[in-house]
């Protein structure tokens, strides 16, 4: 599954792979006999035919609030390992004229006297029942030749008409097949293969031979290389080699991850904005009050789910690429290469990986690593110098965490040399290639240590124009990570802002706008117009009518305008706001472009407002819908309470306003009038949303970092949250993050008297 908790597309959620198709009870309970499975397809008024009408074999409910990844299971202990996986043999009845298609290619099919057709897939050997899947519907199937060296078959599955439009899927899955057969050293291990287009569906599915992607991944090929490479990577890691217990997902989801952004970055020109917002996702969710570790005892169902974030995908892929640049792509790719090539068709745990990661490096190595896995949050890495005429690196891990640590500085000889050290409990590294104190240097040469690095005595850090655009992210993390966990004062902090705003160029931008989100989060309402004119003017450059109008030059300008935007909107000149309104006005389109809605609500928004909130009880399709309620949160403060008022609008679902009410709440700009306007009709927002939605709200919450907020959020909550259960845990956490928000607040220092300290840049 490739949801990630970066920008990535979302994908079913834990719940929603546990509940889809389970076959069968636990086979300790009562012995899984020899069974034919068979489906029949009809539309919802039993007809026999079903038109348009997409069909899937689930046996679960709807989809859960959580978008992320899934797995088969009610409860915990229905395991999806291959002693577990029974033998499918599968009948599909379906209306004439529909293609059905299956994890195994057609066996044999008959037409039935009532003109229906029976389709009989060959049977499957071992699959778990997470990962057995049906399609049928009115498909045009697009042959996508022969994949890899078992030269498999494969199609494309897509509603009728969209074949010219799957271009890009039919020339990228020979060659990302091509590019995993390689490094893998095996071949695809599947007998076909068939890309399926699911309209309403988040992001893709691994079923092996029968691979679900939302319709527009697959058609139109938004982000297809990278989801597509994620989920083909699980045909190895989760499906041919499967971990033996939930304790040991990131043995498939990280490692899909890894491979499959390595294999992108084969194929495609890699993106340093977009890489970084999953090394982001990661630090953020290690930020978390109750950030548990890669690896952490799973013992009941309830557990399960929430395994599956931005630490099991996009931290375990950092990990994974940090030890590889550690020990060098050759020598990981035979620990990789072994590990598959030993435990293909089995199940294993953690313990397997490590003995062929030490036996392919060293097992130092691989204790590191496993010590990096069991550790619950951004491992710290304290780097000093220790000068003379043996200059020398001393690392200092904390938390007795081993760490791949890599550096950079001038070599005695010209140019720059890089060391790679496990940096453990107050190591000392020599730097050979050094004469004498260097002039500067770089702590997490590339970016691409997953460590958050401390500096101590006198070091000088190397000159921001030095550093790529990589390095130059990942040392705006360790400014922003600081300030948020109080051991940065704001001045610090705002000097660092102003030096990378200063370069003027698309990643010192996102640097600088990272730093900037940190202090945001600290910011009173009494100082947040001080400090957003400040902000402003250090961003003067982009805040032109060509930079939030133009279209982008790149990703990294397409980010850094979303959230200048965010940051800084009641800055920005009335001149293009009006004309951000003028374009909207001229296309009728309310919600069509977000960027260019939340510039044109940026004054005077009343009108815009309701337009919106008539399009959103108009429109013909939910997806309109949503998306025009989603759309009421990225206007103004004032108008927090008339999003409340929708929200309680008995024509609108309540679950679908939500979204729009924690926009809002995460926005620095709107977070207390948002919180006012919850705040007077608190029990009936909250008797008012589903109870999945109702935990959302709670934890939404949490941003609100200040003890009288804090204090009317308890009483608020007091007689409408229960005393046990999940939303009483989900409200003590927000609380417990409200109070260590406030004790960071304090630490960091005051505000405005840094931002008076620190000059203030001219703007443009």
């Known amino acids: 599954m490739a949801a990630r908790g970066r920008s990535r597309h979302r994908e079913r959620s834990p719940a929603e792979r546990r509940r889809r198709c389970t076959g069968g009870r636990d086979p300790r309970q009562r012995r899984l006999g020899d069974a034919r499975l068979r489906a029949a397809a009809s539309d919802r008024r039993g007809n026999r035919r079903a038109g348009d009408r997409l069909h899937r074999a689930r046996r679960r409910p709807q989809p859960s609030r959580r978008q992320g990844r899934a797995g088969p299971v009610p409860r915990a202990r229905r395991r999806p390992e291959p002693r577990w996986k029974p033998r499918w043999r599968l009948t599909a009845i379906v209306p004439r004229g529909l293609a059905a298609l299956g994890n195994a290619a057609v066996a044999a099919e008959r037409e039935l006297p009532d003109h229906r057709r029976e389709v009989q897939f060959a049977e499957i050997a071992a699959l778990p029942s997470y990962l057995f899947a049906v399609a049928v519907g009115p498909f045009e199937l697009v042959d996508a030749g022969r994949l890899g060296d078992g030269h498999i078959p494969a199609r494309l599955a897509v509603a009728a008409g969209d074949g010219k439009r799957a271009a890009l899927a039919l020339r990228e899955l020979p060659r990302i097949v091509d590019a995993l057969e390689r490094y893998i050293a095996a071949p695809l291990p599947l007998a076909k293969l068939d890309l399926v287009a699911v309209p309403e569906f988040f992001g893709a599915m691994e079923n092996p ?22 989920e083909l990577a699980h045909q190895w890691f989760g ?54 570790a890669l690896i952490h005892p799973v013992a009941t169902s309830g557990e399960v789910e929430p395994a599956f974030d931005a630490i099991l995908y996009d931290k375990g892929a950092a990990v994974l690429a940090m030890f590889e640049r550690f020990v060098g792509r050759d020598t990981f790719q035979a620990a990789v290469r072994s590990y598959l090539a030993t435990y293909t068709g089995r199940s294993v745990t953690t313990r397997q990986f490590l003995d062929a990661l030490g036996a392919a490096a060293r097992p130092a190595v691989a204790e590191a690593l496993a010590s990096n896995l069991r550790y619950a949050g951004t491992p710290a890495v304290e780097l000093s110098l220790r000068c003379g005429a043996a200059p020398a690196l001393v690392a200092s891990a904390r938390d007795r965490v081993a760490v791949p640590v890599c550096v950079r500085f001038p070599a005695a000889s010209g140019g720059a040399a890089t060391q790679c050290v496990l940096a453990g409990s107050a190591t000392v590294h020599p730097l050979p290639a050094a004469t004498g104190c260097p002039a500067w240097l770089i702590g997490n040469d590339g970016g691409l240590g997953y460590y958050r690095t401390v500096w101590r005595g006198p070091v000088r850090l190397a000159p921001l124009a030095l550093l790529s655009p990589d390095e130059q992210l990942a040392r705006a993390d360790d400014v922003a990570f600081a300030v948020r966990r109080g051991e940065l004062a704001a001045a610090e902090a705002l000097t660092e802002l102003a030096a990378f705003a200063a370069l003027r160029e698309p990643h010192a931008t996102l640097a600088a706008l990272e730093i900037a989100g940190a202090i945001d989060a600290m910011v009173g309402d009494p100082v947040r117009p001080a400090w957003t004119s400040w902000l402003a003017g250090q961003l003067g450059h982009r805040m032109t009518r060509d930079a939030l109008l133009a279209p982008p030059r790149s990703v990294a300008e397409y ?62 399709t939910g997806q309109a819908r949503d998306q025009a309620l989603e759309a009421l949160g990225d206007f103004p403060a004032p108008l927090a309470p008339r999003v409340v008022d929708v929200l309680l609008d008995a024509r609108f679902p ?36 589903p109870p999945a939605r109702a935990r959302d709200a709670l934890e939404a919450l949490a941003g609100l970092c200040d003890p009288g907020a804090r204090a009317e959020l308890a009483a608020d909550a007091a007689p409408v949250v229960p005393a046990a259960g999940d939303a009483r845990r989900t409200l003590d956490r927000t609380l417990a993050v409200i109070d260590r928000c406030v004790a960071r607040r304090a630490m960091v220092g005051d505000i405005a008297a840094a931002l008076a300290a620190v000059p203030r ?3 443009l």
């Open 239 to 292: 499906n041919a080699v499967t971990p033996a217990w939930w304790d040991a997902l990131w043995l498939s989801e990280a490692f899909a991850s890894w491979l499959g952004d390595r294999v992108t970055g084969s194929l495609t020109t890699r993106i340093p904005a977009l890489a970084h917002r999953g090394r982001l996702a990661a630090l953020e969710a290690d930020d978390r009050i109750d950030a548990e």
């Open 559 to 620: 980010i850094a305008r979303a959230q200048i935007v965010e940051l800084v909107r009641g800055e920005i000149d009335p001149d293009v706001v009006a004309e951000a309104r003028a374009r909207i006005d001229r296309l009728g389109d309310v919600a069509g472009d977000p960027a260019r809605l939340r510039i044109a609500a940026a004054r005077d928004a009343g009108a815009l407002f309701e337009r919106l909130v008539r399009a959103a009880a108009t429109v013909r």
């Open 761 to 763: 840049a001219s703007g």
């Open 654 to 689: 309540t679950d679908r306003v939500w979204p729009a009410v924690a926009t809002m709440l995460a926005r620095g700009e709107t977070r207390s009038a948002a919180w006012r306007a919850l705040h007077a009709r608190f029990a009936r927002v909250l008797a008012a949303l």
């Open 209 to 230: 031979g029968l691979i679900t992607f939302q319709t527009g991944v697959l058609v139109g090929g938004r982000d297809f290389t990278r989801i597509a490479a994620h």
